[in-house]
Every structure is written in C-alpha cells, then in structure tokens.
C-alpha cells in the first residue's frame, strides 16, 4: 500500500515498491501497480516522481 510520508512540509505518497515519493495520490497508486505488476517502473510515471528514492530499491 501506498505510504504517506512528509518531505519539504507536504503531504506526498511513497509507491512501496520502488521507494519514489510523488505529490499525487493517484500517481503514487499507479506507480505501485505497475512496479508490482511489472517488477520495474515505468519511465512514464517515475519522471513525475517529487523526490528521488529514499531507500534505493531500484
Ligand atoms: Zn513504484
């Protein structure tokens, strides 16, 4: 699931998978979809990834 975390005093979301923190809810569900579906990220959703992995699972 998707985690909540603060980073720069906003709201974002964590995808578990991959560990890319982005502002949107919503893109943060896609991105977890895909990298459980695919085992991989797709580039189309991490490039509007808000902050770069904090723990590099990649
Ligand atoms: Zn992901």
Known sequence: MVKRVYICEQEDYMCEECGLVYHSLET???????????????????????????????
């Open 28 to 58: 943060a569900l896609r991105c977890e979809n895909y990298c459980r579906k695919h085992n991989a990220c797709s580039l189309t959703i991490t490039k509007n990834a808000a902050h770069a992995p904090q723990a590099p699972a990649i």
